[in-house]
């Protein structure tokens, strides 16, 4: 058999599931089914209002969610990270609900919207797949909720600075830290002094290692029960998507 030319045994579509309902014939039947793209940092995925015509699985670097108030202002939703499914929120409209900027280097896959659909029509085993994604998605929006509801300030900057971990990754390398404390502070609702003091801390605390926006976990065990998570928890699955 020809090889696909959309690669598709090394495409991260597969490897979170998305397509896993079919086999690769059906996948590389569909010309262009799956989309590679790359953006450079401040280049946007897709803007909020925009035509949802693309759904998209980051395959490497950070995006900032976004969403833009009425009265100008813009409010962080979140960070995707490697692994992350972007622009699904916006699967049964017609524009996306908010913007995906990249904050690094961005190389995603991509699937149009019209060909999802038409996957699922014919292939249960996909739909469910989807739910599933779905479902995680929805348990990501609670555990922001209840970050802001219920946290103290510095276990919110530790579940924070634990949502840059890719699922599945090691804590232990050097990690982007892609967002100014003023962003860091609205997506948290805290103040950016609050912000700033609490990584102060536990950088004097030698749990992160800060420099030239980056940061490095040095005590995982103590940044866990700095952020309220139990020792039975694993916390990378809060913010997994796939």
Known sequence: MTPCECAVADCLLCEARL???????????????????LRA????????????RHLYVLKAGYVKLAAALPDGR??????????????????????????????TPVHVCGVRRTD???ILTG????????????????????????????????ERVASFLLSLLPPGRTWERELPLPLKRR?????????????????????????????????????????????GFSPAEVPESRFATA
Do not use: W
């Open 183 to 227: 962003e860091i502070a609205e997506m948290l609702g805290l103040r950016e002094e609050t912000v700033s003091r609490v990584i102060a801390g536990l950088r004097r605390e030698r749990v992160i290692r800060t420099r030239q926006g980056k940061v490095q976990i040095l005590d995982f065990a103590r940044l866990r029960s700095q952020a």
């Open 123 to 154: 292939n249960p085993k996909v739909t469910l797949d989807v739910l599933r994604v779905l479902n995680a998605e929805l348990e990501r929006s609670k555990a922001l909720i209840m970050d802001l509801g219920l946290r103290t300030a510095p």
């Open 74 to 103: 813009e409010q962080v939703l979140g960070i995707g990270v490697e692994g992350n499914l972007l622009g699904f929120e916006g699967f049964s409209q017609e524009v996306f609900p908010y913007s995906a900027q990249a904050l």
């Open 19 to 37: 397509l896993s309902g079919l086999a690769e014939q059906q996948v590389c039947s569909v010309p262009g089914l799956i989309l590679r793209e």
């Open 116 to 118: 999802m659909t038409r």
């Open 41 to 52: 940092p401040g280049e946007f995925l897709f803007h909020q209002g925009g035509p949802s």
